[in-house]
């Protein structure tokens, strides 16, 4: 089965599991996903079933919007509610307050990912080391890095929690995010709440099954009814781009009677991205 839709994964299990589930459900057995969530998060997970998982790399994965609710005062080694070290008391703040703090972060944020993460670090991933107490190798592999933060929206705040809605861009951690709103409001703080709302545009819709020629990104060349092209293409068979008069480094979607390629233009020679991929 080919097949790519949006799923919604449910609150503390991971997304190899959900995955797992899927793959029961649907009777497949090549699958994948893209943009994990962590065990503690819910909410949208971009699904692919058979050859259409070879579409995961041309996908528009920004903005990804998240709806979250930031706990004041809880401390947690993973900035979420697993991990749990304590809850501090913390004193009631004026709304103003939370919604000019909340809007200082739009645009670039620095930040160091959270220990538990899927972020790798020599191969490994970095709650691996967090889970073992290897504080040294996370502390050395864990690098500040940047995120975009394109819209920060208040939703409510009801002491000491705060919920919001964010957009962001891929590689993203709201947790971190959550983190660094709670410290410049004077605490520490943790998310009780995460949940992914879309990616790149694409939301839940009952796992309806989605057209891959409507969601990439990509010029679309309707070639059915060539059957001279069509012979060259299904073969891989190198051909001058001035054929098609597509543009150098750009990728095109060339579309068949029953399969579609992804190529680009490089050299005045044809690349082939993604070769006869079925259309279901």
């Not at 995955?19 to 996903?33: D, E, H, P, Q």
């Not at 998982?53 to 609710?69: C, G």
């Not at 703080?189 to 796992?207: A, P, V």
């Amino acid at each position: 089965m080919n097949r790519i839709f949006v799923a919604k994964k449910p609150l503390f299990i991971s997304s190899n599991v959900f995955l797992s589930k899927l793959k029961r459900k649907y009777n497949v057995k090549k699958a994948g996903f893209s943009g994990i969530l962590d065990p503690f998060a819910c909410g949208v997970l971009v699904v692919a079933f058979g050859q259409y998982t070879k579409l995961f790399h041309f996908l528009q994965k920004s903005p990804k919007v998240y709806k979250a609710t930031l706990w004041l005062g809880l401390q947690s080694d993973s900035l979420d509610l697993e991990n749990v070290r304590n809850v501090q008391k913390t004193m009631p703040l004026d709304e103003s307050k939370v919604r000019e703090v909340l809007q200082s972060f739009l645009g670039e944020v620095r930040f160091v990912p959270p220990n538990f993460s899927a972020k790798k670090i020599n191969g490994k991933k970095a709650y691996e080391f967090a889970r073992n107490g290897k504080l040294e190798i996370l502390k050395e592999g864990l690098k500040e890095q940047t995120m975009q933060v394109f819209k920060i929206e208040f939703l409510n705040y009801s002491h000491p929690f705060i919920s919001f809605r964010t957009a962001v861009s891929e590689g993203a951690y709201i947790r971190s995010l959550g983190a660094l709103i709670a410290e410049k409001l004077g605490c520490i703080g943790s998310l009780s709440y995460l949940e992914r709302e879309s990616e790149g545009g694409l939301c839940f819709k009952e796992e309806r099954a989605l057209n891959p020629l409507e969601i990439l990104p990509f010029t679309r060349i309707d070639l059915r009814g060539d059957f001279k092209m069509r012979n060259c293409i299904e073969n891989g068979k190198k051909f001058n781009p001035k054929l098609l008069k597509i543009s150098e480094n750009t990728k095109y979607i060339v579309q068949f009677e029953d399969f579609f390629s992804i190529i680009s233009s490089k050299n005045e020679s044809v690349q082939y991205l993604a070769n006869r991929i079925p259309l279901c």
